[in-house]
């Protein structure tokens, strides 16, 4: 799908496509370093320290990426043959490739969601942490804040606590996939240990907005995190020296989290020039962080992202109809207006055709 021509190329596939930048580079090379499987990498203690202490927690584990931290710590809370509960666009549910069935023997059930949010009344609908002999009881729910595939959604924090609270009295576990948990921080002012506090269970990401190359961290309780250390290896992914890939988290926490609320002003950007030529194809009112839904109408989302392709544009389909396009370090406001133009003509172009 790449342009093969010179057509200079603005990705919005993803947050993931960044790369280090040379202050980032410098950070890695310079890290002191050990052997993590033995607990000695100064730099993956100083990650997992300071990233638990944010969120308010007692202890971390550095995780090779966030579906290995999902799936470790949902696990953590749900026994094999036993459900979690999340909406049905959740990145656990669709994107992990069925790993918490496959590996861990656990099941999903899931709730109906506007955009991902969060609504207590649709999980208080399904839990059941004392199914009976008859039926899966459930021990945890998962939630997602931002919520990807919703469009960047930032939970409600009163939706987050009335959660909190149900799973509280209903002895039922609640891990929250922080993968861009800071973009929701920055762009609701609420303090990531604020959100933390109110999970067992909690996963970070550097490799989205952050910048970083690779990279996760779970968070929990002491005994959870040690529990978790040995589903990692058990897995295959203890790591020896991380500590210069930790060096890059670290660097990103330091210098790219204030910044992501440019990333949020460059989706919005992006999100006008749409609508300035369609105006019905991007709710701007959704646009709450770094991620903007396009609504292709009749169009199939994988062709427009062909032809948007051609003049330089990349977007990753997330729908039959949807194309989503994400901000992040590696594109200016500026690019984002071109491609908002890009995308919006492609798609009017096709509506003035005979
Ligand atoms: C990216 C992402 C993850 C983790 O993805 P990896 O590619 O495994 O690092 C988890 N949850 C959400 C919502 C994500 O967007």
Known sequence: MTPTSAVPVIDLRSDTVTRPTEAMRGAMLAAPVGDDVYG??????????????????QAGLYCVTGSLANVIGVRLLVEPGREVLCDVSAHIARAEMGAHAALHGLTMRTYGSERGLLDVDQVAKIIAPDAGPYLVSTAAVAVENTHNFGGGTVQPFDQLAAVARLCRDSGVGYHLDGARLFNASVASGIDIGDYGRLF??????????????????????????????????????????????????????????????????????????????????????????????VDTGRRAAAEVAQQVAARGVLMAPVGPRRLRAVTHLDVTAEQCDTAGRVVADVLAEALTRP
């Open 40 to 57: 000695e990498d100064p730099t993956v203690t100083e990650l997992e320290r300071r990233v638990a202490d944010a969120l308010g927690h």
């Open 200 to 293: 067992d269970t909690v996963s970070v990401c550097f490799s989205k907005g952050l910048g970083a190359p690779v990279g996760s961290v779970l968070v929990s309780t002491a005994e959870n995190i040690a529990r978790a250390r040995v589903l990692r290896k058990r897995l295959g992914a203890g790591w020896r020296q991380a500590g210069m890939l930790a060096a890059a988290a670290l660097h990103a926490l330091d210098h790219h989290v204030e910044r992501l609320a440019e990333d949020h002003r460059a989706a919005r950007v992006f999100a006008d020039a749409v609508a300035g030529v369609l105006p019905g194809a991007v709710a701007l009112d959704a646009v709450q962080t770094n991620i903007v839904v």
